[in-house]
């Protein structure tokens, strides 16, 4: 079973964004080391149900395979969407989880200059350090999730754990406007490259 922290202590109700209906499904997701992990940790101290696909992929056999150059998995998301667990209300963590069948979908972002160091602080090699970094600089995640109604995105770069916790919590409790997807651009910084 994919470890899920259960029992959720915050009544979600009332979304004008969601017809008033309450978001079952929450996507968190973002490139890597734009704070998904961080943030999941205090929503579990919270209470919150929280299933991270990392966990999922593992029992579910979604699973492809081995890409050498990426040193990541490929995963077929049409499998796992069969073996999300039956909890709700329920947030799935990961930075493919916006291709899921969400109601909400909730993008953690950072400023390229500063994810390239949170990424190189893994010791992560250039290449991956660099796609990732040109990934979010583009908008990548965020522009695959735009087909969904309700995205939302938050910027970490400046603020604390503590501080992007809260406003997840805030979108999920119907004070989502303030973090509508398309105000974040860091396409500044691609014209700094060349
Ligand atoms: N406001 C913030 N929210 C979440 N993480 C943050 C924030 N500010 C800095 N970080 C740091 O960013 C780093 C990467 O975060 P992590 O949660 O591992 O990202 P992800 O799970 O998306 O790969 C961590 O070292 C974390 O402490
Ligand atoms: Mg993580």
Request: include cysteine.
């Amino acid at each position: 079973m994919a470890k899920i922290v259960q029992s959720c202590p915050v009544i979600v109700t009332d979304l004008d964004y969601l017809g008033g209906e309450t978001p079952v499904l929450t996507a968190l997701t973002g490139t890597p080391g734009t704070g998904k992990s961080s943030i999941t940790s205090l929503l579990k101290e919270r209470g919150f149900a929280v299933c991270n696909l990392n966990d999922l992929v593992e029992e579910s056999g979604a699973r492809t395979t081995y890409d050498e150059e990426r040193q990541t998995w490929n995963v077929d998301v049409k499998l796992l969407r069969g073996s999300i667990p039956a909890v709700r209300p329920l947030i799935l963590v990961g930075h493919y989880s916006h291709l899921l069948p969400v109601d909400i979908v909730i993008v953690t972002r950072c400023h390229p200059d500063v994810l390239r160091r949170r990424l190189e602080d893994r010791g992560w090699n250039q290449r991956k350090v660099q796609e990732n970094v040109e990934a979010e600089a583009l908008g990548v995640i965020t522009a695959e999730a735009m087909d969904k109604s309700n995205v939302f995105e938050i910027d970490t770069t400046s603020a604390s754990p503590a501080e992007s916790c809260k406003a997840f919590v805030n979108i999920l409790q119907g004070g989502g406007d303030p973090y509508r997807a398309g105000t974040i651009d860091w396409s500044e910084v691609i014209m700094d490259w060349f």
